[in-house]
């Protein structure tokens, strides 16, 4: 079993930055690809970015390319997510997951442990 939690969220003129943190506790985080999803109100639950186990690759949504990155500590065993440029359709709950295994996944089903959610709201 794996827990996250997610902090970091705000509020934040369009133009400007957040990083969000999720921390992890439980099982040994280096065995788990990580992954950002966001769920804004009336609308699906979609994929942001992730990061597999080893931390040496990563994949973003055509959405935030360019503008938000992901990284992980291992000694924290803490993923971050460096959101910059921030647009108001970026204005969501963002979810923090965990895959057990290295590879990358990019939909929901493929995420074994989810986060609480943390509110991202961009202001025009």
């Known amino acids: 079993q794996v827990q996250l939690v997610e902090s970091g969220g705000g509020l934040v003129q369009a133009g400007g930055s957040l990083r969000l943190s999720c921390a992890a506790s439980g099982r040994i985080f280096r065995n788990y690809a990580m992954g950002w999803f966001r769920q804004a109100p009336g609308k699906e639950r979609e994929f942001v970015v992730a990061?597999?186990?080893?931390?040496?690759?990563?994949y973003d949504a055509d959405s935030v390319k360019g503008r938000f990155t992901i990284s992980r500590d291992s000694a924290k065993n803490t993923v971050y997510l460096q959101m910059n440029s921030l647009k108001p359709e970026d204005t969501a709950v963002y979810y923090c997951a965990a895959r057990v295994g290295a590879a990358i996944g990019t939909t929901d089903a493929e995420y074994d442990y989810w986060g609480q959610g943390t509110q991202v709201t961009v202001s025009s």
């Open positions: 990061i597999n186990r080893d931390g040496r690759s990563t």
